[in-house]
Nanobody, 124 residues
Framework: QVRLTESGGGLVQVGGSLRLSCAASTRAINSAGQGWFRQAPGKEREFVAACNWRGDVTTYAESVKGRFTISRDNAKNTVTLQMDSLKVEDTAVYYC?????????????????WGQGTQVIVSS
């Protein structure tokens, strides 16, 4: 059973930065594409960023492009999301996920494993 555990969420002011991490319980995750999604109160879960198994191909939602950076360290079984220039509208629970395939994908139904989420609150 693959377990994904997010950390790094918290409260930050507008314009600040946070770094989210996602640790996997198994090296098997290193062959999978990984992604970050978020869900704000009263809204559906939405795609944020994804990378392929090597981390050299990435894709981002338009709303975070240029502000967020996804990366992974397969030696440590981790994927991170660096979030800069945070806005109030970035407030959400952030989830990491591991895909069934090795590619970077923005589609939730292509992900097999999900973490429990970490809360990010951006205050003005």
């Amino acid at each position: 059973q693959v377990r994904l555990t997010e950390s790094g969420g918290g409260l930050v002011q507008v314009g600040g930065s946070l770094r989210l991490s996602c640790a996997a319980s198994t090296r098997a995750i290193n062959s999978a594409g990984q992604g970050w999604f978020r869900q704000a109160p009263g809204k559906e879960r939405e795609f944020v960023a994804a990378c392929n198994w090597r981390g050299d191909v990435t894709t981002y939602a338009e709303s975070v492009k240029g502000r967020f950076t996804i990366s992974r360290d397969n030696a440590k079984n981790t994927v991170t999301l660096q979030m800069d220039s945070l806005k109030v509208e970035d407030t959400a629970v952030y989830y990491c996920a591991a895909a069934r395939r090795s590619t970077a994908t923005m589609w939730p139904n292509e992900y097999s494993y999900w973490g429990q989420g970490t809360q990010v609150i951006v205050s003005s």
